[in-house]
Nanobody
């Protein structure tokens, strides 16, 4: 299984960025997909997740209203549209895939089976 994240970069405060994660080696449509991030010196934290059919979506309070997660099962891709970026959004962003994740576990990193390598997002003020 491989999860390839892309789209990170250096942006200014208030800018937008779109991250993508393409999965291979798994039946993508059966997996819940999540985005997590880890800022320098901090623990990894949940950002957003979407169930296999898109019926359930969860966001961290810190990104609600600014970020939007979506998936395209035909392309084995999950996207994270990030708007109104803030310096505190600076982090390495990881995508993750997990099967049989119940709604209450979507925000828990231990619920996910596979992880990508991460893509760096830097928001400069």
């Amino acid at each position: 299984v491989q999860l390839q994240a892309s789209g990170g970069g250096l942006v200014q405060v208030g800018d937008s960025l779109r991250l993508s994660c393409t999965a291979s080696g798994l039946t993508f449509s059966r997996y819940t997909m999540g985005w997590f991030r880890q800022a320098p010196g901090k623990e990894r934290e949940f950002v957003a997740a979407i169930k296999w059919g898109g019926s359930s979506i969860a966001y961290a309070d810190s990104v609600k209203g600014r970020f939007a997660i979506s998936r395209d099962n035909a392309k084995n891709t999950v996207n994270l549209q990030m708007n109104s970026l803030k310096p505190e959004d600076t982090a390495i962003y990881y995508c993750a895939a997990g099967q049989r994740i119940i709604n209450t576990s979507m925000k828990m990193d231990q619920a996910y089976d596979y992880w990508g390598q991460g893509t760096l997002v830097t928001v400069s003020s």
